[in-house]
């Protein structure tokens, strides 16, 4: 076998397993540098154009790696993907994807030929003219539906239209228009507008890629009460992201702000001094500072205080009393219960005064027989 460096990359061997990852769908094969993996299964992963993968059966034996561009079943006629990987990983990957084990299975035809990948370029090349004028058909039905992107199949017969819309849609006659406009097999298939945004791409507030398209494949459903737990203000304008919902990078830091304000006292608990009652207003989990309004519906007379300063007030509370202050006064500052000390018994140069030990020098002659 070959061996050779790839690009600095962690394997040694020539398969192509440990190409750089290039798009989000992309798994890392942690198993590619071990020869039993390599046999454990005919299955390969294939993944087309924009977000769709499958997952196929190499009966034939054909020698693949990662990267290589194939002919597979479909229906009707073979579409043409990129190997994304092999081996042992890819029973794993079909667990993960719920795929059940007497479920369909398509097969690998061949590597793609030259007429292959022309005929396929050739479809690819149609796709946008295609959703334009898809669009309009859609329009002059009346269906209140967005016609987002269209994918051809890679022999041509067969394309799929991705859709958005927030109510149902009776597209039957648009079926029907579309597969006698194109003379193609049709299918619809919806979108949210997450999804959409992932895959047109774009830059985001934060100067980077977008993360819907440069790795998020699972979308969650983001909701204000996420903004409200991180105290971000609720402008529509700076929640919202390009897909007009809100962001999903929302959802990044909401378990450790609920972790980080586990010890600060419950919200809705108001605390009483001699003069006022003050409401919650804010809190800032970074300074482990709670900060109080007398007012419940706007800021007045803000006051901040550390979030053990806000215990010991609520247990004022409950016993009865009212401090004269949120803040603590001086004769109420407590001194450290523990008595600290210098660890350091002696000074740092007692060592300067140790008596150095004399070492005696024996004279090479000494040693001498005589």
């Known amino acids: 076998m070959d061996y ?40 390969v992963e294939v993944q087309f154009k924009n977000t769709r993968k499958g997952y196929f059966l190499n009966s034939a034996k054909i020698p693949l790696v990662k990267g290589d561009v194939i002919a597979v079943e479909s229906s009707p006629g073979h579409d043409i993907g990129t190997v994304t990987l092999t081996g042992k990983l890819v029973l794993l990957q079909m667990q993960k994807a719920r795929i059940r084990p007497d479920a369909e299975v398509r097969r690998v035809y061949r590597k793609a030929k030259p007429a292959d990948l022309e005929k396929y370029e050739e479809a690819k090349a149609k796709e946008h003219e295609t959703m334009i004028r898809s669009r309009k058909i859609a329009e002059s039905l009346g269906l209140q539906m967005k016609i987002g992107d269209v994918e051809y199949q890679g022999d041509g017969n067969k394309a799929i239209f991705y859709y958005i819309a927030d109510e149902r849609v009776d597209f039957r006659q ?29 830059i985001g ?11 998020v494949s699972s979308f969650v459903s983001v909701s204000t009460g996420a903004a409200r737990l991180q105290d971000i203000s609720l402008n529509p304008q ?18 450790d702000y609920m972790e980080a304000q ?18 919650h207003f804010k809190t800032d989990v970074f300074k482990d500072q709670m900060t109080y309004s007398t007012d419940k519906n706007f800021a ?6 550390t979030s053990e300063r806000a215990y010991e007030i609520i247990g ?21 219960s523990k008595e600290y000390q210098d660890i350091l018994d002696e ?12 070492l005696k020098k024996v004279h090479p002659n000494n040693n001498r027989p005589k």
């Not at 750089?20 to 942690?30: E, H, I, M, T």
């Not at 740092?348 to 008596?355: G, M, S, V």
């Open 347 to 358: 000074s740092l140069n007692r060592f300067d005064h140790l008596k150095k030990k004399k």
């Open 174 to 202: 648009l079926i029907k228009d579309l597969a006698e406009a194109f003379r193609i097999r049709i299918e619809m298939k919806q979108i949210g507008a997450r999804q959409e945004a992932g895959r047109i791409g774009g």
């Open 4 to 43: 050779r460096l790839y690009n600095g990359e962690c394997c040694l061997n020539s398969k192509g397993c440990c190409k750089r990852q290039n798009n989000k769908l992309d798994s890392y094969d942690y198993l590619c540098d071990i020869p039993e993996s390599e046999q454990a299964t005919d299955y």
């Open 262 to 279: 586990r010890k600060f006292p419950a919200r809705e608990i108001p605390l009483e001094t001699k003069d006022n009652t003050y409401f």
């Open 205 to 215: 507030p934060c100067g980077r890629e977008l993360c819907c398209s440069g790795w």
């Open 238 to 255: 700076k929640l919202a992201g390009q897909c007009a919902k809100l962001k999903c990078c929302l959802n990044y830091e909401v378990d």
């Open 316 to 336: 004022m509370n409950k016993k009865g009393h009212r401090p004269r202050t949120l803040q603590p006064e001086e004769n109420e500052v407590k001194q450290p």
């Open 300 to 305: 007045a007379n803000l006051v901040s205080i």
